[in-house]
């Protein structure tokens, strides 16, 4: 039987539904703490009866708790991510989820993400059967039509949270987990008889009889001049929770940023209230107890000022090259510019910032030997005394190839064109504003997923490959 003939660099892929049997995956997802969990295990029990009903098995799953698909930078969701590279390294054949949603909110995240997929000869759909790759290019805008109502609906649902949260912070009701040293708010119980949409009344935060002490005491050491790594020392065994780290022992950078909220400050003095900072950036005042009096507050911010060492201009333009590159081997997290006595360094702080690494002790190297053996390393790689040609070969030769780099450019000024129109019609009154922001987004959409053209031709191209390097030879 012949080979089916596989054409890159075609705009338009066609792929068919794999066989039974094929390898499968799953990804679900809900967005944050306040969804119930169990949305995962519903997801999972429709995803794997539609898949049985094909003739798929569920090979992995991809969960995603708590994460929002808001997001345009596919980074900002690891697991999401990881997903599309596992794809395009073939390690699977289908990619199943709940409904289109749950994959994306966000129109150019959802068609980039699927043309990553399809490109990598990966099949995609939903589990209600409503959409998958080849359905998506048949139906190109009844597609984008859903998936840009998926993203309008979170629009709204988060104009409403923010207009929700403004209201209950300036009743003086905190937003979000509370802080340390206090607990969530022991609301009461509902009363015999109550409606099934009884809620119970807003109720502020309560101290925490464990870790309310230590907050005092955090406020105390403070305004006698102690540094916040001097403080996590002396409050060990304390726990703090964040969003990013979970629990974890006090340290320097969690004792800062404890000691820099507005919440544990009384609002004013003798109310024996704290602070509430509304989303709009407005102080007002809380109606959960107060941490630390108004008086220790002010002496806390004088200490706090006159302890601050303000870098050099020199020291606040001085690059660092590898800052975020350099890695821990053992625990991989990014190793941190330090600079004792005027010598940058690259440090590993995971003790410091009390997090588990497998190395016994932190470790450093000078930022100057960072370079050098950076050096050695790219003086080793040699290339062929041709590279300058071959380079210069493979533009031509990918240039010249593209068949639809016409059509491509010609669809971008069309859709360009639209821009210009659509703000006339706006400007002289014809459009309102809302009309005008969605078809901007179909527009910006669509001009997302299309290439970037390099407007030079194969000479130029050639030419410019030639001239690499020559440069450094002089």
Not at 111 to 128: E, F, G, I, P, Q
Not at 258 to 268: G, K, L, V
Not at 407 to 429: N, P, Y
Not at 450 to 471: H, N, T, W
Request: with cysteine; glycine share 6%.
């Amino acid at each position: 039987m012949p080979r089916k003939k596989y054409h890159r660099d075609r705009f338009y892929q066609p792929i068919t539904e794999p066989n039974p049997g094929s390898i499968t995956v799953g990804y679900v997802r809900y967005s944050s703490e306040m969804q119930d969990p169990v949305t995962i295990v519903t997801q999972k029990r429709v995803i794997t009866k539609f898949a049985k009903e094909v003739g798929w098995n569920i090979a992995r799953w991809y969960e995603e708790p708590e994460q929002s698909a808001k997001y345009e930078d596919v980074e900002a969701r690891p697991v999401f991510s990881q997903l599309l590279k596992d794809a395009e390294a073939k390690q699977f054949q289908v990619v199943l989820c709940y409904t289109t949603d749950r994959w994306s909110r966000n129109t150019a995240l959802t068609l980039v993400s699927l043309s990553r997929l399809r490109k990598a000869n990966v099949w995609w759909a939903t589990a209600d059967g409503q959409w998958d790759l080849e359905k998506t290019q048949q139906d190109g805008l009844g597609f984008l039509l859903d998936i840009q109502m998926h993203e309008l609906e979170l629009r709204q649902l988060s104009k409403r949270t923010i207009d929700g949260k403004e209201e209950r912070a300036r009743e003086g009701y905190h937003n979000g987990s509370p802080s340390f040293g206090y607990l969530p708010p022991e609301c009461p119980k509902a009363p015999d008889g109550a409606s099934s949409t009884w809620k119970p009344p807003r109720m502020p935060v309560r101290p925490d009889p464990i870790t309310f002490p230590a907050l005092v005491r955090i406020g105390e050491l403070t305004a006698a001049g102690w540094t916040d790594r001097a403080i996590a020392d002396e409050l060990e065994g304390y726990l703090s929770k964040t969003a990013r780290f979970g629990e974890r022992l006090l340290t320097k950078d969690t004792i800062a940023a404890i000691r820099r909220s507005d919440f544990p400050c009384e609002f004013r003095s003798g109310c024996g209230h704290g602070t509430i900072l509304t989303p709009e950036g407005d102080l007002v005042e809380g109606k959960h107890q107060a941490a630390w009096p108004y008086e220790l507050w002010n002496r806390m911010r004088e200490v706090k000022n006159s302890q601050i060492h303000r870098p050099t201009k020199e020291a606040q333009r001085r690059p660092h090259e590898f800052s975020r590159i350099i890695v821990c081997a053992a625990c991989r997290r990014p190793l941190r510019v330090m600079i004792p006595k005027g010598i940058p360094y690259y440090k590993e702080t995971s003790k410091v910032r009390k997090l588990d690494c497998p190395l016994p002790e932190s470790l450093s190297v000078k930022a100057a030997n960072v370079i050098y053996q950076f050096g050695d390393i790219l003086r080793s790689i040699e290339l062929p005394e041709t590279w300058r040609e071959m380079i210069a070969e493979r533009s031509s030769q990918e240039l010249a190839s593209n068949e639809d780099t016409k059509r491509i450019a010609e669809r971008r000024a069309e859709l360009e064109a639209e821009q210009k129109r659509l703000v006339t019609a706006f400007t002289k009154g014809y459009l309102d504003e809302k009309d005008l922001d969605a078809h901007m987004e179909e527009i910006r959409a669509e001009l997302f997923t299309l290439p970037v053209l390099l407007e030079r031709d194969v000479e130029a191209i050639r030419q410019a490959s030639l001239s690499v390097g020559k440069r450094s030879q002089i």
